[in-house]
């Protein structure tokens, strides 16, 4: 579940992005970024397995620092988990067209999506087994492809020189803007978390699919990054840097397997998400913070179907309204935002709730403090980056975020709620 959250369409993409900031450096800042996030991924890690209920980052916040910051959190984690599905379910579209022009087309684009959207939808309100089923087989075939780019790319350098790119200077604000896409790239575990409820032993399972997913992801991402900048002669300027890769490696077969991976890559990234959000919703309104009926369970299968059924009209909705190509800036903003919450949550859970985390962290104040300072660092430059670059429509839509977060505290601040039950 984790990997499927993290690893999305953007790794078909990114590397060339980030090669043309940094250039062959961009290994090594791959690494460097995954190594920072293993610190928060480690604060995740001993604050979840304090808890057995859904709810991920909204609940360790809430719990930690009360109901305002809590409620922040859960409609920050709405925000970038309705954004990002409803894009990729636009670029499956997009993807699509190389095979099927006419998917573009509106009517075929409103059957695609709604077929895309509803048979998530259906297969989640059977239960989180046949759900989490989907997201594992997706799992595994969406990472076929890219641990193929990996070792063929790896095996082929072998044999081949390397490329010798031409010499390359990158300035403050390059390397800024290419941690923020890397830890874009390694955002998404936060949502793998949010349905611990249904798992056979959260406390336990969740530490460990943090630190494996770690794990595989950064490996991935680095043999990756390494084998586009010196297998491509100019990977800056490639728009499918990984066909490319496949197309030098096997000819022209590979573009298309390269296109069918991606497609199938974005489904399994949906399907992640239609597990893991609406548990989010649900944690809301199980804990008051939302109307009660987003804590509706179905009789028959016990999944909460209205949260889902919301999540998926409104992803649904807001893929037919465009390609969102402000969803990077939402989603880096907000996942930073909440990252340093948690991190921070560390020491104030400790003091809380001692004895109940089924992990403890070596060091953890420490590396408390160096997460929520490393996230607190990259929202303050990407915010005066921003600045430069204007982009109104994420401002707007991140400001009435969070009045919408504010009025709904206001709403429920008063009411009593149910107590977090802690082992």
Not at 25 to 36: N, Q, R
Not at 106 to 131: C, D, E, K, Q
Not at 331 to 341: E, H, Q, T
């Amino acid at each position: 579940m984790i990997v499927n959250s993290v690893v999305g369409s953007g790794v078909f993409k990114l590397p060339s992005e980030i090669a043309g900031l940094i250039g062959t450096a961009s290994t090594w800042a791959v690494l460097a970024v995954g190594a920072m996030v293993g610190v928060i991924m480690a604060c995740f890690a001993e604050v979840a397995s304090q808890f057995t209920e859904a709810g991920g980052p909204y609940l360790y916040t809430e719990v930690a620092f009360g109901r305002f910051w809590g409620i922040q959190v859960g409609w920050m984690l709405w925000l970038v988990r309705l954004t990002a599905p409803a894009a990729n379910a636009n670029l499956f579209v997009i993807y699509l067209g190389q095979f099927w022009p006419a998917a573009t087309q509106p009517l075929p684009r409103l059957f695609i999506l709604t077929l895309l959207i509803g048979v998530l939808a259906l297969i989640n309100l059977r239960g989180v087994r046949s759900a989490s089923q989907v997201s594992n087989i997706f799992t595994v075939a969406k990472l076929a492809p890219l641990v193929f780019v990996a070792i063929a790319g790896i095996a082929y350098l072998a044999s081949h020189p390397l490329v010798q790119p031409a010499p390359f200077s990158a300035d403050a604000s390059a390397w800024l803007k290419a941690v923020l896409l890397l830890m874009f790239s390694y955002g998404g575990f936060e949502g793998g978390i949010t349905p611990m409820s249904e798992a056979k032993n959260p406390r336990r399972d969740a530490a460990f699919a943090l630190f494996a997913a770690l794990v595989t992801c950064t490996l991935l991402y680095a043999a990756i990054q390494f084998v586009v900048v010196r297998t491509l002669v100019d990977p800056i300027h490639s728009e499918r840097p990984l066909a490319d890769v496949v197309r030098l490696i096997i000819g022209n077969t590979g573009p298309p397997l390269m296109a069918i991976g991606a497609l199938i890559s974005v489904y399994g990234y949906l399907s992640a998400n239609m597990l893991a959000v609406p548990r989010i919703t649900f944690a809301l309104g199980e804990r008051g913070d939302f109307p009660s009926l987003f804590a509706s369970i179905h009789g028959r299968f016990h999944t909460p179907y209205f949260s889902i059924l919301v999540f998926a009209s409104l992803t649904w909705l807001l893929s037919l309204l465009g390609s969102f190509s402000w969803n990077v800036l939402l989603s880096a903003v907000a996942r930073l935002f909440c990252y340093g919450l948690v991190c921070a949550a560390v020491p104030v859970l400790r003091r809380k709730q001692p004895g109940t985390a089924w992990f403890r962290l070596p060091g953890g104040i420490f590396f408390s403090v160096l997460g929520t300072g490393f996230c607190v660092v990259l929202i303050i430059g990407y915010c005066l980056q921003s600045a430069r670059q204007v982009n109104r429509i994420g401002s707007l839509i991140l400001l009435a975020t969070i009045l919408a977060a504010f009025l709904n505290w206001m709403w429920v601040r008063g009411r009593s709620r149910p107590e977090v039950s802690t082992p």
